[in-house]
């Protein structure tokens, strides 16, 4: 909810209109305009008033703006730091488990080789090592 309120107040049409009003205060508060125009004199006093304020006004929203545009910059690195962080582990991951998979196939063709020795009766070839080897067979 404050996000929009700060999107809202800090807005170029916003901006733009406060803009709008310092020009005017400016112009009636210091031009002289009162030999040309007589009943802009009861004006001008508040008109200073208004310009001052308005130039208070647009400088902190412009400052507000500034800030928030910083801290979405700021919540943007983050955010890419944290992808970049979450990549480098599933890269890793993933070279860790092609290994793994270069692994077994190795295994895989070892007891291929293994399978081709067998005797031509289709009797087991049992050796010292069989055991450990249908053992690791996952």
């Known amino acids: 909810m404050t996000s929009v ?16 009003v310092l020009l005017a205060a400016l112009v009636v508060g210091y031009f002289p305009l009162l030999k040309w125009f007589p009943v802009l004199g009861q004006y001008v006093p508040v008109a200073k008033l208004v310009s001052l304020l308005a130039t208070g006004l647009l400088c902190l929203l412009i400052g507000v703006r500034a800030m928030s545009d910083h801290y ?3 919540q943007a690195r983050d955010r890419i730091e944290l992808l ?11 070279e860790h488990e092609a290994g793994q ?34 053992g690791k067979i996952k």
């Open 101 to 134: 998979a270069i692994e077994d196939d190795n295994y895989v063709t070892e007891l291929r080789k293994s399978a081709k020795e067998t005797p031509k009766n289709d009797a087991p070839a049992l050796d010292a090592d069989a055991a450990a080897r249908i």
């Open 84 to 94: 970049e962080r979450r990549a480098d582990a599933v890269n890793s991951a993933n």
């Open 5 to 20: 309120i700060i999107a809202i107040v800090t807005s170029y049409w916003l901006l733009c209109a406060i803009g709008l």
């Open 72 to 74: 979405s910059l700021q």
